[in-house]
């Protein structure tokens, strides 16, 4: 199981970083995605990182200033989320892609979310 942690409230221009971690599992193991879903909006797909971290894909609205990396000491997957506008205001989640797959192909439309998400709000 995964689960998405590190939200909170923040000012516009600022900065949080979220924190994906799982249980029962090895993070490493398997490509992992970021995902997030405002209310009265459609799911947007943020950003994955493959197993060995060697490739990641970005929205166009995060590219440049959000980062996803890897934590194999502490089991776990980060968004770093710079430059924050009120429009990233959302639900974010992390999930595995295509049935605990390794790589980010089909990350825009082939994965899982897990848990309950974590709440960003970007409000001055």
């Known amino acids: 199981q995964l689960q998405a942690s590190g939200g909170g409230l923040v000012q516009p221009g600022g900065s949080l970083r979220l924190s994906c971690a799982a249980s029962?599992?090895?993070?490493?193991?398997?490509?992992i995605g970021w995902y997030r879903q405002a209310p009265g909006k459609e799911r947007e797909e943020l950003s994955c990182i493959s197993s060995s971290g060697a490739r990641t894909n970005y929205a166009s609205s995060v590219k440049g200033r959000f980062t996803i990396s890897r934590d194999a000491a502490n089991n776990a997957v980060y968004l770093q989320m710079n430059s924050l506008k009120p429009e990233d205001t959302a639900v974010y989640y992390c999930g595995t892609i295509g049935a605990y797959g390794s790589s980010c192909d089909r990350w825009k439309y082939d994965y899982d979310l897990w848990g309950q998400g974590t709440q960003v709000t970007v409000s001055s």
């Open positions: 029962g599992f090895t993070l490493d193991d398997y490509a």
